[in-house]
């Protein structure tokens, strides 16, 4: 069924070599004005959360009694945890920090703190060892 949208505006949540997903707003006359690209250029880091809250593939299930021993052992608390599979997810401090709405300050320092706790200084490293130890 057409739209009989004349004007669309397009804010990618994301791009990857093969593909593109975002929003797109129609409009059947007028195009858009300065103003409202402003608004869609601060809308784009909320609706990118909004995407991977809600389009992200589930992953695979996690040995929770592994999980829980190797918490257990290095103390891991739910927040460093719940911080740290957002970043395995690929997600910035800064949005992480809206998706947890907490300051991107206190993202960081959590996952400092999860770093001592893996023993790394890194994010790629902080997965891989988090993932070898069963926590994600």
Same mark, same amino acid.
């Given at each position: 069924?057409?739209?009989?949208?004349?004007?669309?505006?397009?804010?990618?949540?994301?791009?990857?070599?093969? @593909?593109?997903?975002?929003?797109?707003?129609?409009?059947?006359?007028? $195009?858009?004005?300065?103003?409202?690209?402003?608004? +869609? @250029?601060?809308?784009?880091?909320?609706?990118?959360?909004?995407?991977?809250?809600?389009?992200?593939?589930?992953?695979?299930?996690? $040995?929770?009694?592994?999980?829980?021993?190797?918490?257990?052992?290095?103390?891991?608390?739910?927040?460093?945890?719940?911080?740290?599979?957002?970043? @395995? $997810?690929?997600?910035?401090?800064?949005?992480?920090?809206?998706?947890?709405?907490?300051?991107?300050?206190?993202?960081?320092?959590?996952?400092?703190?999860?770093?001592?706790?893996?023993?790394?200084? $890194?994010?790629?490293? +902080?997965?891989?060892?988090?993932?070898?130890?069963?926590?994600?």
């Amino acid at each position: 069924m057409p739209i009989r949208a004349h004007y669309q505006l397009g804010i990618p949540t994301l791009l990857t070599r093969d @593909a593109v997903r975002g929003w797109a707003i129609n409009r059947s006359s007028g $195009d858009f004005h300065a103003e409202a690209m402003e608004l +869609a @250029a601060s809308l784009q880091p909320i609706l990118t959360v909004l995407d991977y809250v809600y389009a992200r593939p589930r992953p695979a299930s996690v $040995d929770l009694a592994r999980q829980g021993e190797s918490r257990s052992r290095i103390g891991m608390t739910d927040r460093e945890l719940e911080l740290l599979t957002h970043l @395995a $997810d690929g997600l910035s401090a800064q949005q992480i920090a809206r998706l947890c709405r907490i300051s991107v300050r206190t993202v960081r320092k959590h996952l400092e703190n999860a770093y001592v706790k893996l023993d790394c200084h $890194d994010r790629m490293t +902080a997965v891989i060892v988090a993932r070898d130890l069963g926590l994600l």
